[in-house]
Every structure is written in structure tokens, then in C-alpha cells.
């Protein structure tokens, strides 16, 4: 009987004991939670996952830093090269491999994009510089390389037809200057305008008669640009076979030449 009593003793004070280590949840207290659900009478928790996702967000972000870094050093030797005027060689050390490999790295990139626009710049500025000096053949090749750099820029078409007028403003300047005395060249006289319209016609025939022979452009120089346009379309009009091409140029001289084709 006293056993018995003393069994029964030792086995309460074991549920009480086992009760009160339940209520603290004892097995949990090292353990950071995030929600506690009670399922079927008992709390389940959650283990925190956010540092995980931190160190994934800073890992991405060091990757985009290192990649922006490297571009921005690419971009700073395109620069280099760029004020030292190796714009596009040396091969493999020059201005536009640089801002093109930026480019391809990060398209659109701001300082990538003023690099290539400064390098066709720079070629063109050297091609007006050149057909001011007559030298038209250093002129065409500045052009061209401006186009290898960037064959889209507005500005290339501009520069070149400019450079091509300026040609043809000193190729006439030229011939000007050797005052070619031949069948093709006529000259007025400075009160041309001044005359009766009989005696106008009568110094513009022997034009119209070589123009009808040979059906060549002419060149008018004129002091007056009004009076150089009224008489290429008295001439003009004077030949009803075919449409005459001319060319008028603001000269002291009053001359019209004819170029035959």
C-alpha cells in the first residue's frame, strides 16, 4: 500500500514538472520566429529568413557597381585618347575603340555617346580647315573617317557639301585669275544693262549661237547678282531647243563662259 502511494506521488510531481516545461516552450528559446500558427492545439514557428535575401541583394548589387566601374574606366581612356588625338589609331589604343566598347557594354551611355560625336567633331573641323587651304584631297579623307566613326551623323553631309562648294568657289577662282581668252569666253560691256534691248541682244548673240552649238552650261560673272540672273534668262529663253544649266558668281568681271560638255 505505501508503494503504491509513493508510485503515485513520484508520478504527479513528473507531470507537473513535464507540464511546466511545456508551458515555456523551452525547446525554442535559441531560435529568432517570425509567426507562431497554432495547429492541432500546439504553436509552430518560423525560422526569420531575411538576412539570407540581404546578402543575396548585396551580392547583385556589388556585381552592377563593378560592371558600372570597369565602363566608367573604359570611358576615362577613351577620354585620354581622345584629347591626345589618337582617335582612330593606334589599332587597339585609340578614342573610338574605347567609347564603342562602352558602348557595347552599356548602350547609351551618356559620356560613351559625346565621345564619338567629339572624334567625327574633330574630323570635320580638320576638313574645313583643309578646303580653306585648297587641300581637297586631305579634306575628303577627314570625311571619310568621320563617316567609319559614326556614318549617321547629321553633320558629315553638311561639312562635305560645304567643302564641295568651297571647290568649286576656288576651282572658279582659279580659272578667273588665268583670264582665258578662247571662242568660249565673252565679254560684256560693264553698261551692258544700260543699253537699248536691241544693242543688248546684239552683245549677248554671239553667246547664244555658241550655247546652241555646242548645248554646254555657262558661267556668268557679274557684279549684280540681279543683273546675272537677267541675263542667263534672256540667253535662256533665247535658246528654245533645250533647258541651258549656269552657274552665276559674284565677280567684278562681266564675262560668260561657255563649257562645253
Same mark, same amino acid.
Given at each position: 500500500?505505501?508503494?503504491?502511494?509513493?508510485?503515485?506521488?513520484?508520478?504527479?510531481?513528473?507531470?507537473? *514538472?513535464?507540464? #511546466?516545461?511545456?508551458? !515555456? =516552450?523551452?525547446?525554442?528559446?535559441?531560435?529568432?520566429?517570425?509567426?507562431?500558427? %497554432? &495547429?492541432?492545439?500546439?504553436?509552430?514557428? *518560423?525560422?526569420? #529568413?531575411?538576412?539570407? !535575401? =540581404?546578402?543575396?541583394?548585396?551580392?547583385?548589387?556589388?556585381?552592377?557597381?563593378? %560592371? &558600372?566601374?570597369?565602363?566608367?574606366?573604359?570611358?576615362?581612356?577613351?577620354?585620354?585618347?581622345?584629347?591626345?588625338?589618337?582617335?582612330?589609331?593606334?589599332?587597339?589604343?585609340?578614342?573610338?575603340?574605347?567609347?564603342?566598347?562602352?558602348?557595347?557594354?552599356?548602350?547609351?551611355?551618356?559620356?560613351?555617346?559625346?565621345?564619338?560625336?567629339?572624334?567625327?567633331?574633330?574630323?570635320?573641323?580638320?576638313?574645313?580647315?583643309?578646303?580653306?587651304?585648297?587641300?581637297?584631297?586631305?579634306?575628303?579623307?577627314?570625311?571619310?573617317?568621320?563617316?567609319?566613326?559614326?556614318?549617321?551623323?547629321?553633320?558629315?553631309?553638311?561639312?562635305?557639301?560645304?567643302?564641295?562648294?568651297?571647290?568649286?568657289?576656288?576651282?572658279?577662282?582659279?580659272?578667273?585669275?588665268?583670264?582665258?581668252?578662247?571662242?568660249?569666253?565673252?565679254?560684256?560691256?560693264?553698261?551692258?544693262?544700260?543699253?537699248?534691248?536691241?544693242?543688248?541682244?546684239?552683245?549677248?548673240?554671239?553667246?547664244?549661237?555658241?550655247?546652241?552649238?555646242?548645248?554646254?552650261?555657262?558661267?556668268?560673272?557679274?557684279?549684280?547678282?540681279?543683273?546675272?540672273?537677267?541675263?542667263?534668262?534672256?540667253?535662256?529663253?533665247?535658246?528654245?531647243?533645250?533647258?541651258?544649266?549656269?552657274?552665276?558668281?559674284?565677280?567684278?568681271?562681266?564675262?560668260?563662259?561657255?563649257?562645253?560638255?
Amino acid at each position: 500500500m505505501i508503494k503504491k502511494a509513493l508510485f503515485l506521488l513520484t508520478s504527479a510531481m513528473f507531470l507537473s *514538472a513535464c507540464s #511546466t516545461l511545456s508551458s !515555456d =516552450n523551452w525547446w525554442h528559446t535559441d531560435l529568432p520566429v517570425e509567426t507562431s500558427k %497554432k &495547429q492541432n492545439g500546439a504553436y509552430r514557428h *518560423a525560422p526569420v #529568413t531575411q538576412r539570407t !535575401d =540581404n546578402k543575396a541583394g548585396v551580392s547583385r548589387n556589388s556585381s552592377v557597381t563593378r %560592371k &558600372q566601374t570597369i565602363t566608367a574606366n573604359i570611358v576615362r581612356e577613351g577620354q585620354i585618347a581622345l584629347s591626345e588625338n589618337r582617335l582612330l589609331t593606334p589599332e587597339g589604343d585609340n578614342a573610338n575603340l574605347y567609347f564603342q566598347i562602352a558602348l557595347g557594354r552599356d548602350p547609351g551611355n551618356y559620356d560613351a555617346t559625346l565621345g564619338i560625336a567629339a572624334i567625327v567633331d574633330k574630323y570635320l573641323a580638320w576638313a574645313i580647315q583643309s578646303a580653306n587651304a585648297a587641300d581637297f584631297k586631305s579634306a575628303k579623307q577627314f570625311i571619310e573617317q568621320a563617316k567609319q566613326v559614326n556614318p549617321r551623323d547629321p553633320s558629315i553631309q553638311e561639312i562635305e557639301t560645304r567643302v564641295k562648294q568651297k571647290r568649286v568657289v576656288i576651282d572658279h577662282s582659279v580659272r578667273a585669275d588665268q583670264q582665258p581668252t578662247s571662242e568660249d569666253v565673252f565679254y560684256l560691256p560693264n553698261n551692258l544693262f544700260q543699253l537699248s534691248e536691241e544693242k543688248i541682244l546684239t552683245q549677248i548673240q554671239p553667246i547664244i549661237d555658241r550655247v546652241e552649238k555646242t548645248q554646254g552650261s555657262i558661267e556668268i560673272n557679274w557684279p549684280s547678282d540681279k543683273e546675272g540672273r537677267l541675263l542667263y534668262q534672256i540667253i535662256n529663253s533665247r535658246t528654245p531647243n533645250f533647258r541651258v544649266r549656269a552657274m552665276t558668281f559674284h565677280s567684278s568681271k562681266h564675262t560668260v563662259e561657255v563649257l562645253v560638255n
